[in-house]
T-cell receptor, first 111, second 113 residues
Framework: DSGVTQTPKHLITATGQRVTLRCSPR?????VYWYQQSLDQGLQFLIQYYNGEERAKGNILERFSAQQFPDLHSELNLSSLELGDSALYFCASSVGSSRVDFGPGTRLTVL | GEDVEQSLFLSVREGDSSVINCTYTDSSSTYLYWYKQEPGAGLQLLTYIFSNMDMKQDQRLTVLLNKKDKHLSLRIADTQTGDSAIYFCAERPGNNAGNMLTFGGGTRLMVKP
């Protein structure tokens, strides 16, 4: 158990809809990262937050947004969903610059 | 740009050693990582190594880093059927503001009884 939790485990929705994925980092970790894993793109970095502030941005679509709250949990919002957004979405956390632990992921299926 | 490459597939017999290789392009990488992903599961951190180290050993796992050749390897001793999974190599580049990782495409390890 990495200490990083994600909900829900599975999410099935329709095209055009909006969903929210939730992540709680490991206790004491200030950084939260979001990654997308798909068959064709592999593991892609989306966005990072550090202590509530956006720290770095990767290949995140404009339809996607995220935030980190004062209690350090984070949410990833995906809107106007398309079939191609179906993927595993991982949250990861770290306290410094070395160890990075991942959560179990949320599997999103867009029908 | 940053690029991490791994071979797609490795098959070994139970009890043998497995060696999974990875190459990367960013010479300023600070940390390099190995993760394991079993079917339907998340990414389990196996081990990581700081770029000023050549080797790190943790029970059955040995990581070797050749910084000159930008080559990282993971050796699993006495490979078991439970080691069957996809193994991802990742690097943390040294010249970015955040700590995001760049991942290779993963190596599928199959262990035959």
């Amino acid at each position: 158990d990495s200490g990083v939790t994600q909900t829900p485990k599975h999410l099935i929705t329709a095209t055009g809809q909006r969903v929210t994925l939730r992540c709680s980092p490991r206790s004491g970790d200030l950084s939260v990262y979001w990654y997308q894993q798909s068959l064709d793109q592999g593991l892609q970095f989306l966005i990072q937050y550090y202590n509530g502030e956006e720290r770095a941005k990767g290949n995140i679509l404009e339809r996607f947004s995220a935030q980190q709250f004062p209690d350090l949990h984070s949410e990833l919002n995906l809107s106007s969903l398309e079939l191609g957004d179906s993927a595993l979405y991982f949250c990861a956390s770290s306290v410094g610059s070395s160890r990075v632990d991942f959560g179990p992921g949320t599997r999103l299926t867009v029908l | 740009g940053e690029d991490v490459e791994q071979s797609l597939f490795l098959s070994v017999r139970e009890g043998d050693s497995s060696v999974i290789n990875c190459t990367y392009t960013d010479s300023s990488s600070t940390y390099l990582y190995w993760y394991k992903q079993e079917p339907g599961a998340g990414l389990q951190l196996l081990t990581y190594i700081f770029s000023n180290m050549d080797m790190k050993q943790d029970q059955r796992l040995t990581v070797l880093l050749n910084k000159k050749d930008k080559h990282l390897s993971l050796r699993i001793a006495d490979t078991q059927t439970g080691d069957s999974a996809i193994y991802f190599c990742a690097e943390r580049p040294g010249n970015n503001a955040g700590n995001m990782l760049t991942f290779g495409g993963g190596t599928r390890l199959m262990v035959k009884p």
